[in-house]
């Protein structure tokens, strides 16, 4: 049989390599940070991690991890349920509802499994899902999971949502579910119009804050802070894979007869291991890095703020963005690859995306702002990308 299935496979493979959407990995030797180095012997600045905040290598969320590895061990062989619940697991949970406003929180192992299991649990064929059309793979699977009547609306389009509410007004009781901050174009979701959406037409509301908890709203708590809805969102889900840390890990945060019935019911916490002690202790010291001090989050803004306008100054289309990704739109799918391959011969790593990952003839390169980058960081990349830009004729 299986040589059959192995040729089967081969020939999907290469039919990937050809069309160029094979992914390569590269491999890291140093910690993730701004600078990185790369197991080819490459020193270069990363601009392609979701290491906003710079936490990803903190000394203190170090410290806090050696310390838990000390008190807890290393490991809890065993789903929350049976005997994987530690202190700092709940500790880190209600850490997690007193930043979000929510009334209580359920870990996860990822926000793919948050959402993963968030629908079929709480939902049946009687009820809608209303989902945005660029809304996260794991949401798209997660709603796939669950027997609820589907709805899509196009990205951050009101009057579609409008529209397809009006759709779903036979249904029992409806969810419309929203990435906070969309991963390709860097576009905050309208959330204080979809809740006035929801209020006309009896709908709750799901926002995943996973790009946006810890980037935007004053003092970093996610879209809810930034349109000053705090708590109003039934359903938050967010990760402990980016802002926070980057480890791993994953939440879902929101009214507490939901969270109960995800804790009884959701099938990626009661069947998949409890993440590991260390991870949530330093997760808890994440959320209070930025509680107790605007100062990394202030560098975020300022690095943002001084890419966006630098950039655009030298001619560059940059898609408008409140958060810490900077869209440079390119059009050309193969200009992407080349100018991405250019820049990291001038020392910058970015990433070049394409069809299908983006809309055709929207091609782009995702530069992700940090913390973590300098002021001469920034320095170096903007001069790069004017250099790559005059020589592949994108700017003059
Ligand atoms: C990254 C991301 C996820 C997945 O997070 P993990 O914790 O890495 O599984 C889910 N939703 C959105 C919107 C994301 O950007």
Redesign the pocket.
């Given at each position: 049989m299986y040589d059959k299935f192995q040729s089967h496979l081969k020939k999907q493979l290469s039919g990937i390599e050809s069309a160029g959407l094979y992914k390569k990995e590269r491999i890291l030797t140093s910690p993730q940070g701004a600078e990185i180095t790369t197991r080819a012997g490459l020193n270069v600045l990363n601009f392609c991690a979701n290491n906003y905040l710079g936490l990803s290598n903190s000394p203190e969320l170090i410290e806090e991890s050696k310390k838990a590895l000390d008190s807890h061990g290393y490991g809890m062989s065993s789903v929350r349920f049976i005997c994987g619940t530690t202190d700092l697991h709940k500790k880190l949970e209600t850490t997690i509802s007193e930043f979000f406003g929510t009334e209580e929180t359920i870990l996860y192992a990822?926000?793919?499994d948050a959402?993963g299991g968030v629908f079929e649990p709480l939902l049946t064929n009687e009820d809608a899902i209303i989902s945005d059309s660029l809304n996260?793979a794991?949401i798209i699977d997660g709603v796939r999971l669950c027997k609820a009547k589907r709805y899509r609306y196009m990205n951050a389009d009101m009057e579609d949502l409008e529209d397809q509410l009006i759709l779903a007004q036979p249904q029992r009781y409806r969810i419309i579910v929203t990435?906070g901050v969309f991963?390709m174009d860097g576009n905050v979701t309208p959330l204080d119009k979809i809740l006035a959406l929801a209020e006309k037409y009896d709908a709750m509301v799901m926002v995943?804050e996973?790009?946006s908890a810890g980037v935007i709203g004053k003092t970093g708590r996610g879209t809810t802070e930034y349109y000053n809805v705090l708590g109003k969102a039934e359903i938050i889900t967010g990760?402990l894979?980016?802002a926070f840390g980057g480890a791993i890990g994953?939440f879902t945060t929101g009214k507490k007869e939901i969270i109960e019935m995800l804790r009884q019911r959701s099938r990626p916490y009661l069947f998949s291991n409890s993440i590991p002690p260390l991870v949530a202790a330093s997760g808890i010291k994440a959320f209070e890095l930025i509680t107790h001090s605007s100062e990394i989050l202030d560098k975020l803004r300022k690095n943002t703020s001084y890419f966006n306008e630098k950039m655009t100054r030298l001619g560059f289309n940059i898609k408008p963005t409140k958060s810490a990704i900077c869209a440079v739109m390119l059009g050309d799918a193969k200009l992407s690859q080349d100018f991405a391959a250019n820049l990291l011969d001038e020392g910058i790593y970015v990433i070049g995306f394409y069809f299908p990952v983006v809309p055709q003839g929207e091609a782009r390169i995702r530069v992700q702002l940090s913390a973590a980058h300098t002021q001469g960081h920034l320095d170096k990349a903007i001069a790069a990308f004017a250099k790559v830009g005059r020589e592949l004729g994108v700017i003059k």
């Open positions: 990822a926000a793919f959402n996260h794991s990435d991963s995943d996973s790009h990760t894979g980016k994953g």
